[in-house]
């Protein structure tokens, strides 16, 4: 049982690249989210995605996209990536509703230069 | 706006040993409370989800509390093995939207041999 994928796991990005990142789930749930952890500042949400077709914005927004693919995927983009955004990168999904357990994928260690 | 404490960030104990970790939270209106465990460059793995309709919650050694009206909510861990150690995180829903999750900036446990 797979649960929440998420590729790749490393990257290393020069300042103004752009890149996306992956994340599928495997249980059929609804909700969908990214998050970011960086040392001192606790785990951001920066994007969720409540259902297949809808997007909002978390705490931390602004340098990134998202897209909903469909029900298993919902990917990160970084359109122009700055050393600001050097971090580890989490997708976590839930079945929804009120009452749901969060599970998260193994993350994606990001470093920007 | 939902703020979580949690006291304190570090902790070292001999194996064997009988310890709590803590969790605060500034809004006693939440549906639920889950606790994690995030080893080293590893994603969060979740060990309990206590409704606000639920006192406590258990899991093997671990046994999770929760008093919404004083806003915390305590991590029992019984007979502490070298293998607890690790960050352990706990999160509330966001006011206004229950799928997004508040996070702790966490208790990093080290249970020594």
């Known amino acids: 049982n797979a649960g929440v994928t998420q590729t790749p796991k490393f990257q290393v990005l020069k300042t103004g690249q752009s890149m996306t990142l992956q994340c599928a789930q495997d249980?059929?749930?609804?909700?969908m989210y990214w998050y970011r952890q960086d040392p001192g500042m606790g785990l951001r949400l920066i994007y969720y995605?409540?259902?297949?077709?809808?997007?909002d914005k978390g705490e931390v927004p602004n340098g990134y996209n998202v897209s909903r693919l469909n029900k298993r995927e919902f990917s990160l983009r970084l359109e122009s990536a700055a050393p600001s955004q050097t971090s580890v990168y989490f997708c976590?999904?839930?079945?929804?509703?009120?009452?749901?357990?969060?599970?998260f994928g193994q993350g994606t260690r990001l470093t920007v230069v | 706006k939902q703020e979580v404490t949690q006291i304190p960030a570090a902790l070292s104990v001999p194996e064997g040993e009988n310890l709590v970790l803590n969790c605060s939270f500034t809004?006693?209106?939440?549906?639920?409370l889950q606790w994690f465990r995030q080893d080293p460059g590893k994603g969060l793995t979740s060990l309990l989800l206590?409704?606000?309709?639920?006192r406590e919650q258990t899991s093997g050694r671990l046994n999770a509390s929760l008093d919404k009206s004083s806003g915390r909510s305590t991590l029992y861990i019984a007979a502490s093995q070298p293998g607890d150690s690790a960050t352990y995180l706990c999160?509330?829903?966001?006011?206004?939207?229950?799928?997004?999750?508040?996070f702790g900036k966490g208790t990093k446990l080290t249970v020594n041999p």
């Open positions: 976590a999904s839930s079945a929804s509703a009120v009452n749901t357990e969060a599970f």
């Open positions: 249980m059929n749930h609804n909700s």
């Open positions: 995605s409540a259902s297949e077709g809808t997007t």
């Open positions: 809004d006693s209106a939440i549906y639920n």
């Open positions: 206590i409704q606000s309709s639920q």
């Open positions: 999160a509330v829903p966001l006011l206004g939207g229950s799928e997004k999750l508040v």
